[in-house]
């Protein structure tokens, strides 16, 4: 069975935008036939990286010398076949999610190489994760405000030499409801997402018509900016 291991990295946690896209692109991936364990960067206790002498490069290559909550999840990362990372866009990152990925060290083998220019590693042997998939939300207009946080995940993928499988982005999410309730256009994004979890297990890949569906524009970029303006004024 295929093993997933997503990491929510909103403060707001299972109440958050990014858990209302999260949580049907899971449900994709289990209606297929794989396992996903969820972890949320706020319950974790987990300190940002020290660089203490390179410890898990130079030392004991693999292990970390910090006792946090990442020594619950590194054993989980490398049984995973994909690991999500799903994260709302701040500036660029929630800190807390960048703690994670700082941290995410231990996981790449230190033998570097070049390819294509660049400096690269790849994962230890005992890490099986051949996918890394990004699920990402924001909250203004365009598509393209995503692209610093799928840089840094797409980045990760290529040092580690792992597949990076592509990103499930919702822009302007808070648009899919209306007095609390998914609008029209809010419920078929929510398919659209179902069916990328079940793509991605199923096919492999998910297709760029169903990442297209879910990211599509809800209202015009014109009367998201003057909503945001007249909100701005009445503080």
Not at 79 to 93: C, G, K, N, R, S
Not at 112 to 118: A, D, I, K, Y
Request: aromatic share 8%; with cysteine.
């Amino acid at each position: 069975m295929i093993k997933v291991v997503a990491i929510n990295g909103s403060p707001r946690m299972d109440k958050g935008n990014t858990a209302m896209i999260l949580t049907p692109f899971i449900q994709g991936m289990i209606d297929a036939g794989c396992d996903v364990e969820l972890f949320y960067t706020r319950r974790l206790k987990v300190k940002p990286c020290t660089c203490n002498e390179m410890f898990c490069w130079y030392i004991k290559p693999g292990e970390c010398c910090i006792k946090d909550d990442m020594q619950l999840l590194y054993p989980k990362l490398r049984e995973a076949d994909i690991f999500i990372l799903a994260t709302p866009v701040y500036i660029p990152l929630p800190g807390d999610m960048q703690i994670i990925i700082n941290r995410l060290c231990p996981l790449i083998e230190p033998l570097l190489e070049t390819r294509e220019g660049r400096t690269r590693a790849r994962v230890h042997d005992n890490v099986k994760i051949r996918k890394i998939v990004l699920v990402s939300t924001g909250g203004w207009w365009e598509k393209e405000n995503f692209g610093t946080a799928v840089r840094i995940v797409e980045e990760f993928a290529e040092v580690a030499s792992v597949e990076f499988a592509g990103a499930v982005l919702r822009p302007h999410a808070f648009l899919m409801k209306k007095k609390g309730e998914f609008t029209k256009d809010g419920k078929d994004v929510l398919s659209a997402v179902k069916r990328a979890g079940y793509e991605i297990i199923k096919e492999g890949r998910m297709n760029k018509e169903t990442l297209d569906t879910v990211s599509h524009p809800l209202i015009s970029q014109e009367k998201l900016r003057s909503r945001y303006n007249k909100a701005l004024t009445k503080v």
